[in-house]
C-alpha cells in the first residue's frame, strides 16, 4: 500500500519539531480527516528557508508528505518554495495510495500558509492561493 520511501518518512521523519520565533508559520486542517500539520519557516534576508520544521498530527501519510515537503523547500527560496505542489510531494515519495492524496495537498497549503505568514508579516502582499486543492481527489471537504 504504501512505497518505501513514504514509510521510512513516516518511521523516520525530518525536521520534526518547531521553530521559535519563526519568519512564518502556517496551520492547516482537513476536518474530515482529522489531519492538522504546522510548518514553521526560518527566512534570511535573502529570502532563502534555512530551516524548516513541522509538527504533524494525523496518519502516516500526513507525517510523510510532511516530512518530504520540508525536505523539498529547505535551503531553497521562498519564491521556490512557493512553486511546491502536492503532485511533486507524491513524487517525490514515489506515490501515494488515492484516498491519501489530500495529504500531499495539505503539505502543500501548510507551505503556503507559512509563506503567507512571512508576507504579512513583512508587510507584503500575499499574491498567491495557500488554497492547493487542484481537485486530484474527492477526499476532502472542498469537493
Given amino acids: 500500500m ?3 520511501k513514504v514509510l521510512d518518512h513516516f518511521q523516520n521523519p525530518r525536521n520534526v519539531g518547531e521553530i521559535e520565533n519563526a519568519d512564518g ?3 492547516v486542517g482537513n476536518a474530515k480527516c482529522g489531519d492538522i500539520m504546522k510548518i514553521f519557516l526560518k527566512i534570511d534576508e535573502k529570502k532563502i528557508i534555512t530551516d524548516v520544521k513541522f509538527k504533524t498530527y494525523g496518519c502516516g501519510a500526513a ?4 516530512s518530504m515537503a520540508t525536505e523539498m523547500i529547505k ?3 521562498v519564491k521556490e518554495a512557493l ?3 502536492n503532485k511533486a510531494v507524491v513524487e517525490a515519495l514515489d506515490g501515494l495510495p488515492p484516498q491519501k492524496i489530500h495529504c500531499s495537498v495539505l503539505a502543500e497549503e501548510a507551505v503556503k500558509a507559512a ?3 512571512y508576507y504579512t508579516k513583512n508587510g507584503m502582499e500575499v499574491d498567491f492561493d495557500v488554497n492547493g486543492c487542484d481537485g486530484c481527489c474527492s477526499n476532502c471537504e472542498k469537493h
Fill in 75 to 77: 535551503g531553497k527560496s
Fill in 115 to 117: 509563506i503567507a505568514d
Fill in 83 to 85: 512553486e511546491l505542489t
Fill in 25 to 27: 508559520v502556517g496551520e
Fill in 2 to 4: 504504501y512505497t518505501e
Fill in 63 to 66: 507525517i510523510a508528505t510532511s
